[in-house]
């Protein structure tokens, strides 16, 4: 394989730089010629596929963001739309492509892997919710922001003594709010894939307050129900007043964690790897901590669970 | 004067606790012993007053929130709350005040220089909104907490092209949003002082566009009006989506700055040495670098107005 | 087992105050008392011991150091030393200890062990230089502490197209300089475990700047050499100026991270639980992302080894 | 006055990309063409000009260092050198030059005004030691970049109860050592302003000893003497040890704060007004909170001295 490509896609998340940088490097170590391809499969259609070198990733890997930007695109989800993506690459004589994205980004790659073009995935989202690697590129980088906000928010919480409910992302999965709930040292973590119990967390309140503990903060993952409903409840249920505050985008965003970079760099590295041996149809990801290779199809057929565990150890530290 | 007291009112700013820190060490410096008042107004009501030590505010400079927490309380504002308090301090044999915290906090220290027991304010709020200061305590900080959040923010802008609202606080001063938009090169900045014309706005972002920026960041100050309103007259006028962020009660916490650590303990010492002169009824603030010495009467017939250079430059920068 | 106690031993590490924090919590929910022992072995000889209960570890997850303090102490050593310790204990009638530190300090909790007291060991270092877990509690802060530094300095590097050279901790052990180096995007890593080349390093600086690249950032580990000497040795190479930074003990401090705070919870409930099951004379870490239960033998004579294909990748993606 | 170029000089500085945008994009908006000129004098000489537009300095604000790279030159002291660099912008009709940087690289400009081309500096350096403006671009972030190093070390000091000797910047200006010293909580803080008395400092730890407080921090500009002599110093003073860290570059680099966004911001913008206006031989700068425009004979002839009730207030506070 003499051409590879690789693009971002779906939403951002700290650490596709890392990972950019890896794949460039990677390809030209092995003597490959590495294009860039800008706005994901959008921008690839509309061939905006651009040459790198070694300069054109140095100075990212502290980068937040994707330097080669992303969109979501339907058009790509057509025949047609796939038809001119591999006429695209087919034009520049590319090879092999690399996905960095989401698994709706891995189902565009799977189809670019029926119709023959090689492709390899790289699960690169904050929310963590992807089958097949127990990481997501971003996922680290997003808990630490989710915590320094907490520890913000715990000194107004402290010094006014209030309850304050905190929304994070996580639509489906509970991961950030789990992680960042637990070392955040949050009083009730709410998350989608336990049902919650609103007497447990009044409850929790209330002992607490019994106890002297007079301020708490409930961190709740979007998925759940909105934030300010969780207010509500406890207004109703045990006539506390709280403060609500929604994270919102500012978890994307920002220079990521030296976890994210390494994990970038060392999947990015894998990708090339595996579309010069190859290999397509497959996600490279992190199994036990070890690098791991999964077929799309096993992604796609996967359930990413949360660790009950770590949920059941967060309640009894949260006393 | 041999016995002095401190205590935080009002919303929490970071630097209180130099403050805090300052007022008890200086006052020690002299041979004055110096008592916390824990819980602001309610709390001196209550007789929740403790001896300080140098080792009580040991460690603290450098966090966030009050070590004497705060509170607001209504019952101060009546004639029979005043006398309690006085009581309350008289019993402990204190001759002096100094009250951290914004106007309404000083309302009420005014009260008790007007019963003859000395007070000394200190701006402690984040919204710079205290006339006869040019800069409050715990300003500098929620601006660069701000920023912090644009920049991240500006990560996922970039990688989308997307326009973003973000929302800061300022019901009435708009400083949080003037300081943070100019410095995090927002592309429109919003302020209740100045009224705003969405259609300057959106042909802003329109030109942009034109240009090939298809990112942009729109800073509001919450009193203007919610940022959901004005990404919905965005889209009304100009068909552009836009993404909103209320930052929300993170801008109140935070490690202080350097600015908020020193100013704390300037103002801290001084307040000391105002007591210790015999001075009452005074807020000691920041005018043109220095430290100035403004009677509370002054402050609230003043006016805080913003910088209208500073918003004109940041027109002429965010083209 | 009733009553359990708490001591940090050897050099802090972000992340022991979660896991002191899990300890008293975890060992509180199963009814017992639990005793915090300040100042390591040598406190605990002295007696200073004292009752902890839940809000004892509030708000201390979020904070670097040791709220127990810690020490070294010699005397410990000795066969007098631990008796004292033995007769502290029993005193208080306290059945088992938790033990934080590094291996050092797990031959003083192997000696108690083998006096008959139960001992549990957490594997507390910023160094990740301890046989049996594939992470110590402080390594990912004291990583992320390094790329922190490291995107500073390479500002003044890219500004003035200049080579630093950067010294970061780890006697014995190249997992900091390793780490931070890649995710830092270092252009060369020497640590002790790989003889280095002074020729393949200058080879490097003098290819890269062939290709137009001017800065770069060598990190070097502590146990290798001096940074000194390496700037000495690449002025006689290659006859280029370099500057050297020696990182220094910054690189213990901070808040941890998400990560460092969730492996001490982690970490701290498991001990309580291996206590409470009447185990002794182990250590509890992670292998392969799993808590992992470890004899202190092996872990005496086990070697930690560092990740070779780390050290190839790093190489491949700083061209 | 059409074409105006913009270059940094000396050692880089945060806030030099905020100042480089303000110049570009303030003489846009005039309707000027504006120039970048690559590496200092040096690059000016050998005519590193190229054009800025709007859009070469979208997303820069927030990054450390300098885009334009920095150097010293010996030539551009010669008339030679001078003469060259003339004859390149007179090539490129540029009418008048931006000069960001420290006293150094205002002589270089003066010596251009001499000549009849118009000159204006902008005071860009860390040290904060230029006459004629109280502060200096850069200096704000260095300062919270020290404490932040400070607040890291001071875990270690407390954890382990040790007395810790910090070298800070600073060859002839203490004022980064006093600012961070104080809002750092330093116990001790030696500048070069200042002579310092050893028998003082040791006073202040011992005495501090005696009241229970261990752990210390004193602070040392590199201009007093190396951290290391202090060390020693104490050893034999007092007999107590202490451990040594020299911060280095990470001072330099880094995001710019707020403050120094807009004060490069500000003094960017009024740079190009004076060039409009016809000034020339002229620093912009800062003075009670205002800008300032002084003379740059002025500016060699004055002296930066530091605040000596700032001093004082440093002892007060750190009993």
Chains 1, 2, 3, 4 share one sequence.
């Not at 320094?148 to 639509?171: L, P």
């Not at 030296?258 to 590295?269: C, N, W």
Request: hydrophobic share 40%; net charge negative.
């Amino acid at each position: 394989m003499q051409k590879i490509a690789v693009l971002t896609s779906g939403g951002d998340a700290p650490g596709m730089n890392a990972a950019i940088r890896a794949v460039v490097r990677r390809g030209i170590s092995y003597g490959m010629e590495v294009y860039g391809i800008y706005h994901g499969y959008a921008g690839l259609m509309e061939g905006q596929i651009e040459p790198m070198n070694v300069g054109s990733v140095g100075d990212i890997i502290q980068r937040g963001g994707t330097i080669l930007h992303s969109s979501r695109s339907e058009k790509f989800k057509t025949e047609e739309g796939q038809q001119e993506a591999i006429a695209q690459l087919k034009a520049k004589e590319i090879e092999g492509l690399v996905v960095i994205g989401g698994d709706g980004s891995f189902r565009g790659a799977q189809n670019l892997a029926d119709k023959g073009f090689p492709t390899i995935g790289i699960p690169g989202t904050i929310d963590n919710d992807i089958p097949g690697t127990e990481v997501t590129l971003g996922f680290d980088t997003a808990v630490n922001t989710v915590i320094e906000a907490i520890d913000k928010i715990r000194d107004t919480a402290t010094s006014h003594e209030r309850i304050f409910v905190v929304e994070v992302m996580g639509r489906h999965c509970g991961d950030i709010a789990l992680w960042a709930g637990l070392s955040g040292g949050a009083e009730s973590i709410l998350i989608p894939e336990v049902d919650f119990d609103m007497k447990e967390v009044t409850y929790r309140l209330l002992e607490g307050n019994k106890r002297g503990k007079k301020h708490s903060i409930i961190i709740v993952a979007e998925g759940v129900c909105p934030a300010a409903e969780i207010a509500q409840m406890i207004k109703e249920e045990a006539g506390l007043e709280t403060r609500v505050t929604v994270l919102g985008h500012v978890q994307r965003g920002g220079s990521p964690t030296a976890f994210d970079r390494m994990l970038g760099s060392r999947l990015g590295a894998k990708a090339v790897d595996l579309l010069r041996e190859g290999q397509t149809g497959k996600m490279v990801g992190i199994q036990r901590n070890r690098i791991a290779v999964v077929d799309f199809a096993d992604v796609f057929s996967g359930k990413h669970s949360i660790d009950l565990d770590m949920y059941e150890l967060g309640k009894s530290l949260s006393i």
